[in-house]
């Protein structure tokens, strides 16, 4: 079965410190991507990595993604409240545009 | 910019009627998706069409069907709404290894 598992569930962290948030999926695959969504929101794209090594930065967010491990990594630094919302990882599996979406971390960010 | 647009954000039907959800692209993107979002479970693909007329079951289709008789159009149809379809509903549409949500319909079934 096809699984696409990420950790914490959720996380409260201070303004100012960095954090990660992991996710693991079931079987190989070369697309992962990374949303945000806002409560009461759609999801918006925050990162597409296609390769292994694969590294993306955007402010305080950097996306990396090991495809021997099976694993990519949502890396905050300095957090800021602006960054409170919740958190998905998605893997393309068969290069099909079928996403399989982990159950999300939402992330709280507080003074 | 691409617009995705979903034809209500609430929806309140009875168990039992028939339930239509229609989405929207503006890109002329090919593909298109249908998602389910509950707290704890992410989002989980409902149905998905790589063309007009064509359609493919996702991971839970189950009570659900769809319909795309046109390209921009892609329409989730509940045959017989149950309370277990009480959900927010997204529709995608993607294009060169992007997808674009909408955004989102709550369905709640009495």
């Known amino acids: 079965e096809l699984k696409v598992e990420q950790n914490p569930l959720f996380l409260s962290m201070q303004e100012g410190k960095n954090y990660t948030i992991y996710c693991n999926y079931s079987?190989?695959?070369?697309?992962l991507y990374w949303y945000r969504q806002d409560p009461g929101k759609s999801l918006e794209s925050l990162f597409v990595?296609?390769?292994?090594?694969a590294v993306k930065q955007e402010g305080r967010l950097m996306a990396s993604l090991d495809t021997k491990a099976r694993l990519s990594t949502l890396h905050i630094t300095a957090a800021v409240h602006d960054l409170s919302a919740t958190y998905f990882c998605a893997v393309d599996f068969h290069n099909t545009d079928k996403l399989i979406f982990g159950t999300g971390t939402r992330l709280q960010v507080f003074p | 910019d691409v617009k995705v647009t979903q034809s209500s954000r609430y929806l309140v039907k009875r168990t039992g009627e028939k339930v239509f959800l229609e989405c929207v692209q503006d890109?002329?993107?090919?593909?298109m998706f249908w998602y389910r979002q509950d707290p704890g479970l992410g989002l989980r693909l409902i149905y998905f069409?790589?063309?007009?007329?064509?359609?493919e079951k996702g991971d839970i289709p189950e009570g659900y069907s769809v319909s795309r008789e046109k390209k921009e159009r892609f329409s989730l149809i509940l045959e017989s709404a149950s309370t277990n379809q009480t959900s927010m509903y997204l529709c995608a549409s993607s294009f060169h290894l992007e997808q674009y949500f909408g955004p989102g319909t709550r369905l709640t079934v009495t």
């Open positions: 079987t190989t695959s070369d697309r």
């Open positions: 890109m002329d993107h090919e593909n």
């Open positions: 990595l296609l390769s292994n090594g």
């Open positions: 069409s790589y063309d007009v007329k064509m359609k």
